[in-house]
T-cell receptor, first 114, second 114 residues
Framework: EAGVTQFPSHSVIEKGQTVTLRCDPI?????LYWYRRVMGKEIKFLLH????????ESGMPNNRFLAERTGGTYSTLKVQPAELEDSGVYFC????????????FGPGTRLTVT | AQSVSQHNHHVILSEAASLELGCNYS??????LFWYVQYPGQHLQLLLK??????LVKGIKGFEAEFIKSKFSFNLRKPSVQWSDTAEYFC????????????FGAGTRLAVHP
């Protein structure tokens, strides 16, 4: 079974540019989560999809961040325009609708805004 | 507000030493508790989890954790560490009964010297 995949693994952009991160969850997992870890700090929740619907987006920092999950499969997280403080590692995780509550994490995308 | 605290940010041990990493959570209701590990260059993976029942839970690679409700703690232990245990360890919590966001502690970097 393929795990959660994320693309790209690393992105370096300039302040003011746009970046789109992609997450492919484990097939059949209805729940998809985005998290972010800014250097040296804890991993923080951004938002949660159940299928294509946003269940909880209380962790989204501001309206420069836009997440979508069209069709309830993969998800994208767009940052527009990027700011220096957006640098960090963005993790995606998925879990089944019914099951063990365990979230399966992807390898993360390291975003560097210069 | 819900929070998770990890007592040590950096731990250095010699092989065969015993390990205990502290974790305390702040939440008034019933919680599910997790320890995740991130080995160098790899993605986050689940070490063990507690939902209910026996407060002493055993995970992979010889790790165990004890849930002490009165102390709001979920400390991770291993009797004898190996060089391959060098990694970053994260304690996390989520309210029971739903597929909710994980609240993470800040992480503990463990370095095991041969």
């Amino acid at each position: 079974e393929a795990g959660v995949t994320q693309f790209p693994s690393h992105s370096v952009i300039e302040k003011g540019q746009t970046v789109t991160l992609r997450c492919d969850p484990i097939s059949g997992h209805d729940n998809l989560y985005w998290y972010r870890r800014v250097m040296g700090k804890e991993i923080k929740f951004l938002l949660h999809f159940v299928k294509e619907s946003k269940q909880d987006e209380s962790g989204m920092p501001n309206n420069r961040f836009l997440a979508e999950r069209t069709g309830g499969t993969y998800s994208t997280l767009k940052v527009q325009p990027a700011e220096l403080e957006d640098s960090g590692v963005y993790f995606c995780a998925s879990s089944p609708r019914k099951g063990s509550y365990e979230q399966y994490f992807g390898p993360g995308t390291r975003l560097t805004v210069t | 507000a819900q929070s998770v605290s990890q007592h040590n940010h950096h731990v250095i041990l010699s092989e065969a030493a015993s390990l205990e990493l502290g974790c305390n959570y702040s939440y008034g209701g019933t919680v599910n508790l997790f320890w995740y590990v991130q080995y160098p260059g790899q993605h986050l993976q689940l070490l063990l989890k507690y939902f209910s029942g026996d407060p002493l839970v055993k995970g992979i690679k010889g790790f165990e954790a004890e849930f002490i409700k009165s102390k709001f703690s979920f400390n991770l232990r291993k009797p004898s560490v190996q060089w391959s245990d060098t990694a970053e360890y994260f304690c996390a919590a989520t309210p029971s009964g739903g597929y909710n966001k994980l609240i993470f502690g800040a992480g503990t970097r463990l370095a095991v010297h041969p």
